[in-house]
């Protein structure tokens, strides 16, 4: 994948405070992805719910652990407490257009047990 260093990241704000020491769940099936978290009510008080987003025709997704690169690398700064990033004319979009659009429209299901 190219990297993503030129393109630039717009904070949306989450309509929820997510725990900012606590682990988001992703979980991904086909073209939808969710993900979990826990919120705050106020700095350190656990809220009555857990937060979730649901995203629909999703083409990629990915996690990283022990990174010196924590997140996206070109985030638009912003205070608020919670929110997810977009990113306008990306560069990771445009690099998985290219590649769907080198395969043949038919499905190839490939079965591992």
């Known amino acids: 994948m190219k990297k993503m260093d030129n393109d630039l990241a717009i904070p949306i704000e989450l309509p929820v405070w997510k725990d900012p020491q606590n682990f988001v769940i992703i979980h991904h099936v086909?073209?939808?992805?969710?993900?979990y978290f826990r919120c705050w009510e106020t700095p350190g008080e656990d809220a009555e719910y857990v937060?979730?987003?649901h995203?629909?025709?999703?083409?990629?997704v990915e996690s990283s652990r022990f990174s010196e690169t924590k997140g996206y690398p070109n985030v638009m700064e912003?205070?608020?407490h919670s929110y997810y990033l977009i990113i306008e004319d990306s560069s990771l979009l445009k690099t998985l257009t290219a590649e769907r659009s080198r395969h043949p429209k038919c499905r190839v299901l490939r079965w591992i047990i």
């Open 55 to 60: 995203f629909e025709g999703v083409w990629h």
């Open 78 to 80: 912003t205070d608020l």
């Open 51 to 53: 937060g979730c987003l």
């Open 30 to 35: 086909r073209d939808e992805a969710w993900t």
